[in-house]
């Protein structure tokens, strides 16, 4: 046996401080590595010892196989973790460990190698009588053969890249016409993307299940499975909600499925964590093989819940040589367990990625609620790696107990800064079908928005309203002087405050009063009765029509990010305050309306213009928005550059 004593863990975020997490429980020395931009994120802390190992794009840093060893080396490490994604399944990197006599924590690597390639892995999965989807596999990849092996299979049939994973190169083609053009596509996204254009062709599962399998092996011919995830809930063919037991697990399918995992994992002499993925059709009750990950998964913790056991742990122990320490029959799931994954990403714009700072992360105390997070207030979200911000796991007794529990949490989480899926989750876990099981991988495309057009409108306006509160607190706070009259005070008392917000669609008009010690907001069709009762700089709790509410807030320039419990997120644009007065102090002078990019600036100084001609084209909450001349003159000045960013109310240009 090879004792491990220190453990270098090559990867960052989330993952890194879950095995940081184990070493410290184990005795284990710890040591992070970082990246330029990665410098300040909780994980580098927790470690025993960090390293930088170079700049911020993946290869420099996660994925620079070199300087990993050479740090592994410096420092005598024993082992190498290397999480998921970035190096965890390269056999060639595995092998680089080996050779310099560092154990990489993970299967052998020819386990790696078998796997690599979806079509081998499906060949090998063949032979050893694992069920595997019907389909094509083989090397002749003519356009020609791809379609008639598709014909022979049945539409509608799944194309897939041999050396693909995180669904990237899938198309589902549904008829004979489409085939040609989607086989092209389908080769030049895999050429692009993984440097092969092999495919696979596969019959497409309508109304498929994505069941997972946990498997363990050691050294010593041991290999058993920790029992099933359920991971149907995904979008662009990845999960983001994971729970088990499968709803529609029983112990009968659970053997059978169990068995071939396992059968999966003895025809490549398994020897560390890994996930055997099937598809589980519900119509006929069959299910099939779809592949082996030779890593610890992202939603590991889900199994650890409903186990007890440490995966992590494991995993070092059995990378020492040890045999595993629990047999099949010990192993038994107890209660539920359910992860949602909290994405920066939007999805009502296609589920994009989002990039930003993290003003203000809470995560709300709640027994058996657990928190593996990447951040903490104040961490950026970069465009060099996967937007993952946490991801919450909850256990309970049963399954609605377990779900209850999760929509609690995701409804007090506070993550404020940019968008994220948090409402987005919230909406999956309250629809009833969900609740009730009857989910398939499709579950997403199905989904409506049914938040009712009151409920919506209720909320913007009540975050308007507190946003405008929080405003008023601040320069409340900051005057000096005229202490007895209320901040903005008009000898024109009857005028009410006006305040305008944009929200993607629309625009919000706020107009208020201050009054004995409350305020009134003036509503289309009733008015509403206001008083602030606490504030902060992170939040106000304001009591409207008596009740009250917490509205967690983040304001970025004139961007407001808005949580409440009640409402979810919302996010507002301040328009400027008095556009019109700023315009008139300086003349012939063009100011911004609004918070902006400037896109384009379509003049020149010294240019003669005249009225109606286009000056500037800002962009503002995702539209394009063309400054144009008043009247005729000549431009004097410009004060901005192209792709800078602009507050409301700076001077953008002069005309004489
Ligand atoms: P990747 O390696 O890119 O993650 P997988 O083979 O694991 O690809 O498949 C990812 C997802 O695509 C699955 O979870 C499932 O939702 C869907 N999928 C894959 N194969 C099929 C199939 N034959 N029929 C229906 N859906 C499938």
């Not at 050479?70 to 999480?83: F, L, R, S, Y």
């Not at 082996?292 to 440490?310: A, K, M, S």
Request: aromatic fraction near 8%; glycine fraction near 8%; proline fraction near 3%.
């Amino acid at each position: 046996m090879k004792k491990i004593n220190t453990i270098l863990i090559a990867n960052r975020g989330e993952i890194a401080s879950r095995i940081i997490h184990t070493c410290k429980k184990m005795g284990i020395k710890s040591i992070a590595v970082f990246s330029e931009v990665d410098k300040n994120m909780p994980y580098v802390k927790q470690a025993d010892m960090a390293v930088y190992i170079g700049g911020s794009a993946p290869k420099s840093s996660y994925l620079n196989q070199e300087k990993i060893i050479e740090t592994a080396q410096k420092n005598n490490v024993d082992a190498i973790h290397p999480g998921y994604g970035f190096l965890a399944e390269n056999s060639v990197f595995a092998k680089r460990c080996e050779e310099k006599k560092i154990i990489f924590i993970g299967p052998n690597i020819s386990a790696i190698d078998a796997m690599g390639s979806k079509s081998k892995a499906k060949k090998l999965m063949q032979e050893h009588n694992v069920p595997v989807v019907p389909g094509y596999q083989g090397k002749e990849q003519s356009v020609e053969k791809l379609t008639a092996e598709a014909i022979k299979i049945g539409f509608p049939v799944l194309l897939k890249a041999t050396a693909g994973g995180g669904g990237k190169g899938m198309r589902i083609v549904r008829e004979k016409s489409e085939i040609e053009n989607a086989i092209n596509a389908a080769k030049r996204e895999s050429r692009n993307a993984f440097g092969d254009d092999e495919l696979i062709i596969e019959k497409y599962i309508a109304s498929g299940r994505h069941i997972e399998f946990q498997i363990f092996g050691d050294q010593h011919g041991n290999t058993i499975h920790v029992l099933e995830r359920e991971c149907s809930i995904q979008r662009r063919y990845q999960k983001i909600i994971e729970e088990s037991p499968s709803p529609v697990m029983d112990e009968v399918l659970r053997a059978k499925m169990g068995a071939a995992a396992v059968a999966a994992a003895q025809a490549i002499h398994y020897d560390n964590a890994g996930t055997v993925e099937f598809i589980y059709d519900e119509k006929t009750k069959d299910f099939y093989f779809l592949e082996v990950n030779t890593r610890l998964q992202v939603e590991h913790p889900v199994t650890e819940e409903i186990t007890g056991l440490d995966l992590v742990e494991l995993q070092i122990e059995v990378a020492q040589g040890l045999p595993l320490n629990i047999s099949q029959d010990e192993i038994k799931g107890k209660g539920y367990a359910i992860e949602v994954r909290l994405y920066a990403e939007d999805a009502a714009n296609n589920f994009l990625p989002v990039t930003g700072r993290i003003e203000k992360f809470k995560v709300p105390e709640v027994a058996g609620l657990r928190v593996e997070s990447a951040i903490k207030s104040g961490s950026e979200i970069s465009i060099f790696y996967d937007p993952m911000i946490a991801k919450l796991i909850v256990w309970d007794k049963s399954r609605p107990a377990a779900h209850r529990k999760m929509q609690y949490a995701l409804r007090n989480l506070v993550c404020l800064g940019m968008t994220t899926n948090q409402d987005f989750l919230l909406r999956i876990l309250e629809k009833e079908s969900f609740q009730k099981g009857i989910y398939d991988t499709h579950f997403i495309e199905t989904l409506e928005d049914d938040l009712t057009e009151s409920h919506a409108s209720l909320a913007v306006n009540f975050s308007a309203m507190a946003s405008t509160l929080f405003d008023w607190q601040k320069r409340e706070k900051n005057r000096g002087l005229l202490h007895s009259l209320p901040s903005c005070w008009r000898s024109n008392f009857y005028a009410p405050q006006k305040e305008v917000y944009l929200t993607n669609e629309n625009e919000i008009k706020i107009e208020y009063r201050y009054n004995d010690g409350g305020f009134v907001f003036f509503g289309k069709e009733s008015d509403h009765h206001v008083k602030l009762i606490d504030a902060s700089e992170d939040f106000v709790r304001v009591e409207i029509n008596g009740v009250r509410y917490v509205f967690n807030i983040s304001k970025k320039k004139n961007n407001f990010y808005i949580h409440s419990e009640s409402f979810g997120n919302i996010q507002l644009a301040q328009k400027e305050r008095f556009p019109e007065k700023e315009k008139e102090t300086i003349k012939g002078g063009y100011a911004a309306p609004m918070p902006s990019a400037v896109i384009k600036i379509l003049v020149e100084k010294g240019q003669s213009v005249g009225a109606g001609d286009g000056l500037v084209v800002l962009s503002s909450m995702k539209m394009e928005n063309t400054i144009y001349a008043g009247e005729s003159g000549v431009v004097e000045e410009i004060y901005v550059e192209e792709g800078g960013n602009v507050e409301a109310g700076v001077l953008l240009l002069k005309i004489e």
